[in-house]
């Protein structure tokens, strides 16, 4: 991705949280803004169907992290879906809300996913490079590949934690033949909010 539809998508995710945050009408319901409709005409990749998450950051605290591997939709809409949804839906953060005075000290950063790979050898994955989503039954959860970066952890902690503290599975159900662990990628990028 080039920094020209990096800023567009950021650019879109800021639009977006702003408005929510400031109540701010998103368009007529059902419709995107005209300025992401336009976007989603005029470049094939930012309209191609990849999942994402976002995240907003106040400083090194993290105020709302969402986002979904399937995306049903193309990656301007998914952004504005999970912008949405990390700056007001985020569960962690419903009774300490993101407000209008905040948001020129939020940083954001979009991770745009590669398709999830299911692998047999949990311990294969790439600190900092892969991220993991790991599923038993119906519990999952899953770590971003900044994770492992910014938490130092090795990939047998890397593994635990997500079982334990995302997926509310025993620490070592990732060595479980039962339990599913999937590796993916992403493109990370960010800025401060008041830069875009």
Known sequence: MNDAQKHALLKVAKDTIEAVITSKRLGKAGSLPPNIAKIEADDPELAAHCGCF????????????????????????????????????????????????????????????????????????????????IKKGYLSGCFLPQVAEETGWTKEEFLSYCCSHKAGLALDAWKDPKTEVFLFTAEVFGSAFKDI
């Open 54 to 133: 976002v995240t907003l950051k106040n400083g090194d605290q993290l105020r709302g992290c969402i986002g979904q591997f399937i995306a049903d939709k193309p990656l301007v809409n998914m952004v504005v879906e999970m912008a949405k949804a990390s700056a007001t839906g985020d569960p962690r953060f419903l009774d300490d809300p993101i407000t209008p005075d905040e948001l020129p000290n939020l940083d954001i950063e979009i991770s745009v996913l590669s398709p999830l790979k299911k692998t047999a050898d949990p311990l294969s994955l790439r600190l900092g490079i892969d991220g993991i989503y």
